[in-house]
């Protein structure tokens, strides 16, 4: 109709349309408007025990940046350190390798426990098995996620079921739903873990799997030698993750193992989860 139009940039665009985009407008919100992340020192239950973080692996996904994951920036401070920041144990181990050593500061607090450069998570604990094996009551974490949620209640499900292992499981973002198969699903029933559901299509009634857990007894990580035997290892055809262990394990009944559902779950392994995050810290920092 020959009618005149032109356009105008906007630097920022948010679209509330829907309410799970409501509800990561708000999740985001808390997270970065809280400055620290006392809800977790307080509590001598976890306070009293440890922290184990695996940070040996090459975080491919992020090789954009050419930067190693673990240094990547959240809330003003190096990742894993805000992780570690976070839960305050009266101990931390590093499982690294010694390429990495100059970048992590030390710390009267932190150990680093050394193995050889690989390329996987499952790989690094397969390296550091017999270290893990030997310790009790800790959280294991990766370097580039964390979560909220209540001790009391983890200490209850951990007494209740006699679990050897704590899963963690979140609710999925908007984002997340649409990155197929970059995410674990878990199975429960009752608050323990029946499956896992390795890398596939997002499912709207199963919960994520968090990329930390609470290791209750160290005879989780014994099995290791039946996993690589199994048929169910053998049949794997792409990079074995730590999941497929995990799987293998609770398919095969050897542990008992429970799940907490997560307050907020933080995740920023890949290029789209980092970019997402920057957006929304330069969103609430005006």
């Known amino acids: 109709k020959k009618i ?19 509800e990561d407008f708000i999740s985001w919100k808390k997270e970065l408007s809280s400055k620290t992340n006392d809800y977790l020192s307080k509590d001598k239950f976890y306070k009293n025990n440890f922290c184990i973080m695996l940070m040996a692996g ?8 050419n930067l190693k994951k673990f240094l990547l920036t959240y809330k ?13 144990s009266k101990k931390n181990t590093i499982i690294t390798n010694k390429n990495l050593k100059k ?3 030390k710390h009267k607090d932190t150990n680093l426990y050394f193995i050889k450069k690989n390329k996987s998570m499952f790989e690094t604990i397969m390296d550091s098995s017999e270290l ?17 949620f209540d001790f009391n209640s983890l200490n209850y499900s951990v007494k209740k079921s006699k679990a050897d292992l704590c899963m963690f499981g979140f609710k999925f973002s908007n984002l997340q739903k649409k990155l197929n198969n970059a995410h674990t699903q878990i199975v429960t029933n009752n608050n ?16 994520g799997h968090a990329g930390f857990f609470w ?65 929304w810290e330069k969103y609430f920092s005006k």
């Not at 896992?196 to 299509?201: C, R």
């Open 4 to 22: 005149k139009v032109t356009n105008y940039n906007i630097n920022k665009f948010v679209h509330l349309g829907i309410p799970q985009q409501y």
């Open 215 to 279: 290791i209750n007894s160290g005879k989780v990580f014994s099995h290791i030698p039946n996993f690589l035997s199994s048929s169910y290892y053998k049949s794997i055809k792409r990079e074995i993750i730590i999941d497929d262990y995990f799987k293998f394990i609770i398919n095969n009944n050897l542990i008992k193992t429970s799940c907490i559902k997560l307050k907020n779950y933080i995740h920023i392994g890949s290029m789209s989860e980092y970019n997402e995050y920057q957006y």
């Open 103 to 105: 970048y992590i500061p």
């Open 76 to 88: 003003k401070n190096k990742i894993f350190k805000h992780i570690l920041n976070t839960y305050k």
């Open 192 to 207: 323990n873990v029946v499956d896992i559901m390795v890398k596939t299509d997002y499912k709207k009634d199963l919960l």
């Open 58 to 65: 090459q975080g491919k996904r992020l090789k954009k940046l």
């Open 132 to 148: 893990l094996k030997k310790k009790d009551k800790y959280i294991l974490t990766s370097c580039d996620c964390y979560g909220k």
